[in-house]
């Protein structure tokens, strides 16, 4: 038997489709958590043909809940024209996975704050 650590895996689609049917509560916890610690964000929130999980005007900032779903090739490469519009509006959007939220929820708000800064020029983190 060969290892392949280090070597990405796709998931198989059963996990995915678990993983993308029980998202949602996920997204509900971060919202919970972002309200507690007194952030106000959009959720659900439209900026021209795109749809961000969150997002906060005044920070302008948006958080993008990435689920299994983002694995499959063109649900990723969809993405990539959305980064480039959002980069040219000065918006920075933080990209977190389900497990990542429910790991480390402290993660997402030390990047707000370093983030929630006046910024002088826009950034997409990956």
Known sequence: MIATIGIHQPKPEKVIRYALNNSISVKETLEQQLIAK????????RIGNYTFDFFCPHLKIAIEVDSYAHEFSDIYNLDAPKKLHIHSLGITVL???DHQILVDVEEIFR????????????????
């Open 38 to 45: 007194g952030y106000h964000f959009l959720t659900h929130h």
């Open 95 to 97: 990209r977190y996975t």
């Open 111 to 126: 990047a707000l704050k370093y983030h929630g800064k006046p910024a002088t020029s826009a950034t997409y983190v990956v």
